[in-house]
């Protein structure tokens, strides 16, 4: 299994502001991913994190709005860019282990107020 | 497409009595399927995998190819299984698509 520790756990935040949200794990993966679970709905995958070159988004989601790093194996930051209310929500990172069983692993997620 | 469906926003059944959340899915091949689930105040956690066939904290879920299903059962329900249940799918590029998500709530 993996222990993922994402930072900050909660934040309100002015709108306009940017924020960025840290992920890190505590064992080597192949993949790292990005979620939001907005109040009341189900987790939407914004991008997969890819070590060493550009994050590969998925539609409705820009590089813009949400840039993310993710300089080693072990690490990725997501940046809420420009934020308005319809930002608030709940942002998970998601790994899957190098070997070991093939599931997703999630951090606990970090809720952002935008007010 | 690759699509998860679970058609039931809330789902409330009396302790003791038998649960059953409902899952399709869309999916062109063999699909790998999950449940997780995400009890109060606490990160999203896998209950099961169709590959592996096993049964957690007493729930089990069969994959019927021909209904294109994966729906999740249990035979008697107990307070502490109130949470949200997600049915999700591998995706081809090992991305993971979640359904909506059922509330389950156990009464009394």
């Known amino acids: 299994s993996a222990v993922i520790s994402q930072k900050p756990s909660r934040d309100i935040c002015q709108r306009g502001t940017s924020l960025t949200i840290q992920c890190q794990v505590d064992s080597q993966v192949t993949m790292m991913f990005w979620y939001r679970q907005q109040p009341g709905q189900s987790l939407t995958l914004i991008a997969t994190?890819?070590?060493?070159?550009?994050?590969?988004?998925e539609s409705g989601f820009v590089i813009d709005k949400f840039p993310i790093s993710r300089p080693n194996l072990t690490f990725s930051t997501l940046t809420v860019s420009n934020m308005s209310p319809e930002d608030s929500s709940i942002y998970l990172c998601?790994?899957?282990?190098?070997?070991?069983?093939?599931?997703?692993?999630f951090g606990q997620g970090t809720r952002l107020t935008v007010v | 497409a690759q699509r998860v469906t679970q058609p039931e926003k809330l789902l409330s059944v009396f302790k003791g009595a038998p649960v059953e959340l409902k899952c399709n899915y869309s999916y062109s091949g063999s699909p790998e399927l999950f449940w997780y689930v995400q009890y109060s105040r606490q990160r999203l956690q896998l209950l099961l995998r169709?590959?592996s066939r096993e049964s957690i904290k007493g729930f089990t879920a069969d994959l019927n190819k021909g209904e294109t299903s994966f729906h999740l059962k249990k035979p008697f329900a107990q307070e502490e299984d109130s949470a949200m249940y997600y049915c999700a799918l591998r995706s081809r590029d090992d991305k993971i698509i979640f359904g909506k998500g059922t509330r389950l709530h156990i009464l009394p």
């Open positions: 169709h590959i």
């Open positions: 998601s790994v899957k282990t190098v070997g070991g069983p093939n599931e997703a692993f």
């Open positions: 994190a890819n070590q060493g070159s550009e994050a590969t988004y």
